[in-house]
T-cell receptor
Framework: IAGITQAPTSQILAAGRRMTLRCTQD?????MYWYRQDLGLGLRLIHY???????GKGEVPDGYSVSRANTDDFPLTLASAVPSQTSVYFC?????????????FGPGTRLLVL | GQNIDQPTEMTATEGAIVQINCTYQ??????LFWYQQHAGEAPTFLSY??LDGLEEKGRFSSFLSRSKGYSYLLLKELQMKDSASYLC??????????WGAGTKLIIKP
């Protein structure tokens, strides 16, 4: 059982380029999340999805978009990367979305935007 | 605004006990999580408290006081592998998670 996988593991990206971070889970969880983690700050929610076909904005959604075509996949797209998007990105999932549930995290993608 | 306060860094000795404190201010409250995060890795779930009191799980215990907006994580019989960051996370009235920046715990032999 893989749990949650993310790709790529790390990436260096030129500013202005488009980039999609991939996230796949095999736990049949309904809810999925994208966070960014920056030094000295708590995890910040970018976007979430409570079930396939629906998405919502988190705390810091600007510059990012997501889609949830099926239960397993939740890609995050940076339409035109900027240096402030340099961060570690974590994808997570939970059974039904919030309400005291444990969230399970992927290994993260380390993104450097130059 | 909503806020989580926890120490940035703590140091403890192998075999000892350490208590990591967390205070929170949230719009309503529906529980508090602790997650562990080793350097370069993903956070992993440790505990969830919604009622006042102490919950023990092996070497780790978590305490909650809702009236004081306070929680702590207690780690006993410290091992070198416990060197990690410990994230305090509150669940507000809208079931949104408010993440603390984490406490980096350094274990010395």
């Amino acid at each position: 059982i893989a749990g949650i996988t993310q790709a790529p593991t790390s990436q260096i990206l030129a500013a202005g380029r488009r980039m999609t971070l991939r996230c796949t889970q095999d736990m049949r969880h309904n809810a999925m999340y994208w966070y960014r983690q920056d030094l000295g700050l708590g995890l910040r929610l970018i976007h979430y999805s409570n079930t396939a076909g629906t998405t919502g904005k988190g705390e810091v959604p600007d510059g990012y978009s997501v889609s949830r075509a099926n239960t397993d996949d939740f890609p995050l797209t940076l339409a035109s990367a900027v240096p402030s998007q340099t961060s570690v990105y974590f994808c997570a999932s939970s059974e039904d979305g919030g309400r005291g549930e444990t969230q399970y995290f992927g290994p993260g993608t380390r993104l450097l935007v130059l | 605004g909503q806020n989580i306060d926890q120490p940035t860094e703590m140091t403890a000795t192998e075999g000892a006990i350490v208590q990591i404190n967390c205070t929170y201010q949230t719009s309503g409250f529906n529980g508090l999580f602790w997650y562990q995060q080793h350097a370069g890795e993903a956070p992993t779930f440790l505990s969830y408290n919604v009622l006042d009191g102490l919950e023990e799980k092996g070497r780790f215990s978590s305490f909650l006081s809702r009236s004081k907006g306070y929680s702590y994580l207690l780690l006993k019989e410290l091992q070198m592998k416990d060197s990690a960051s410990y994230l305090c996370v509150a669940l507000d009235s809208n079931y949104q998670l408010i993440w603390g920046a984490g406490t980096k715990l350094i274990i010395k032999p």
